[in-house]
């Protein structure tokens, strides 16, 4: 057949996408958007972000040059937001045309809010990406076959910021580890056998399994998102607060700890008692080796208390030096072996008393990549939205993100499931105040 097979562990993610908005920017159009992707084509064709997707047979089929330049008039569209000749549209306009900004203007954030919705509307079908441009804002869909979060936020940066920058677009990973995964088991394993032993006598936790007589309901996807920022000095009073309380404990282990009270003050209480969390595996390899695809498994964490910052840092930490990552990594290859295992059907129904099932992923400081683009505004103004698809009916996926020293955080969940008003509502208590959160709750 033609084209490029798709790892095991690609083609496990062909049912899920990253969805991602940023602006304002300037100088981002759709023309140099398609001209960015020509030029990534035009050096890259076999990539898999540039190719046809082949679900059927998981595979990665090149396009010609004439093709592709083709398919990225419907690949890269403008969103005409909102609909010309309405009040809304001459509000906009005229708020557009004064081109002054204190702080951040009602109508970006409605600009930003609209494109993510539309995303979250688009089917990809064969094609890798999609991008939208409304205003001063771009969002992209990208097939989360191509990668995980490293990669996205690499090329999806390199997308928008590449051809305003007046340069070529550049691969994120242009030559990466072949076997990454044989290679950090290895290294890891390799190094300290007795790892391995240990890793096989150690108890893994199991999500729990909702009671078979709950009420249930009927139930369809509708995959929704919220998000919010926080003032520029809320991170900063997070450290300083960490430093004086508890000293070595990560940001990432503070903001998670704020996440189930924010949850229960809105009515939600989380359902179980873990934190099902993403971890990056490229840490096991060495030093300037990289991974162009899915390195990142979720693992289930279940620490003395989801409220204790210091005890979500121990089991973050403790799964890190068991290598359960790159056991969960070897486990999903097998899994995806198996016969039937790609077509599992989705939920029908869905417990009426429904409790948010917490995935959680810290994706760092986005300054490196994100940085650099055109921006509009100043920094404290940008707006970096996200929804990745959510595992399940009753899940919800919790991201933050840093950028100048602000928390972006978003949520993804089923409005066919939660209230869209009261998980708007869990995003801002968070970015209001994390500490107070931590205080109020915290067992120690």
């Not at 990142?296 to 208390?305: H, K, M």
């Not at 030096?321 to 486990?331: C, F, Q, T, V």
């Not at 399940?392 to 993804?412: I, K, M, Q, W, Y």
């Not at 968070?430 to 120690?444: F, H, K, M, Q, Y």
């Amino acid at each position: 057949m033609p084209g490029r097979r798709m790892s095991l562990r690609d083609g496990e993610w062909l049912s899920c996408d990253h969805i991602r908005v940023v602006g304002p920017l300037a100088g981002v159009t759709a023309p140099v958007i398609r001209e960015t992707l020509i030029a990534l084509h035009r050096q890259h064709p076999e990539h898999g972000s540039v190719c046809r997707l082949d679900r059927a047979s998981r595979r990665w089929v090149p396009q010609s040059s004439a093709e592709y330049a083709y398919l990225t008039n419907t690949d890269v569209e403008v969103l005409d937001w909102p609909e010309p000749g309405t009040p809304e549209a001459v509000a906009v306009a005229a708020a557009r045309a004064a081109g002054e900004r204190v702080g951040t203007a009602p109508h970006e954030v409605a600009t930003a809010e609209a494109l993510r919705e539309a995303l979250i509307a688009l089917e990809l079908g064969d094609r890798p990406l999609k991008v939208l441009v409304c205003g001063d804002f771009v969002g992209i869909r990208m097939s989360h076959a191509i990668g995980d979060g490293q990669v996205f936020n690499s090329l999806a940066t390199e997308i928008f910021g590449a051809g305003a920058a007046g340069r070529a677009p550049r691969l994120p990973f242009p030559r990466p580890t072949r076997l990454p995964l044989a290679r950090a088991s290895l290294r890891f394993f390799g190094r300290a056998p007795r790892r391995a032993l240990t890793l096989l006598r150690t108890p893994r936790p199991v999500l729990p399994q909702p009671a078979g007589n709950e009420p249930r309901r009927a139930w369809q996807p509708e995959v929704c998102a919220t998000y919010a920022r926080s003032d520029t000095g809320t991170l900063g009073a997070v450290r300083k607060w960490r430093d004086a309380h508890l000293p070595g404990t990560s940001i990432a282990a503070l903001l998670f700890a704020a996440t189930t009270p924010a949850f229960e003050a809105c009515g939600l209480r989380p359902d179980g008692a873990g934190l099902m969390i993403l971890f990056d595996a490229r840490r096991y390899l060495g030093r300037g080796a990289t991974v162009d695809g899915n390195f990142s498994p979720g693992e289930y964490l279940v620490p003395a208390s989801t409220l204790d910052p210091q005890a979500i840092h121990g089991v973050m930490n403790a799964m890190v030096e068991s290598g359960w990552p790159l056991a969960s990594l070897a486990l999903r290859d097998v899994y995806a072996l198996r016969p039937g295992a790609r077509h599992v059907p989705g939920p029908t129904r869905v417990r009426v008393q429904s409790s948010p099932a917490l995935t959680l992923t810290h994706i760092g400081r986005l300054d490196e990549r994100y940085g650099g683009l055109p921006w509009a505004c100043v920094p404290e103004n940008r707006m970096v939205l996200s929804a990745p698809t959510p595992a399940g009916p009753e899940a919800v996926t919790v991201t933050f993100a840093e950028l100048a020293g602000v928390l972006h955080l978003n949520l993804t969940f089923h409005r066919s499931t939660f209230d869209e008003k009261a998980m708007r509502r869990v995003a801002e208590l968070i970015c209001a105040d994390p500490v107070g959160l931590i205080e109020e709750r915290s067992p120690s």
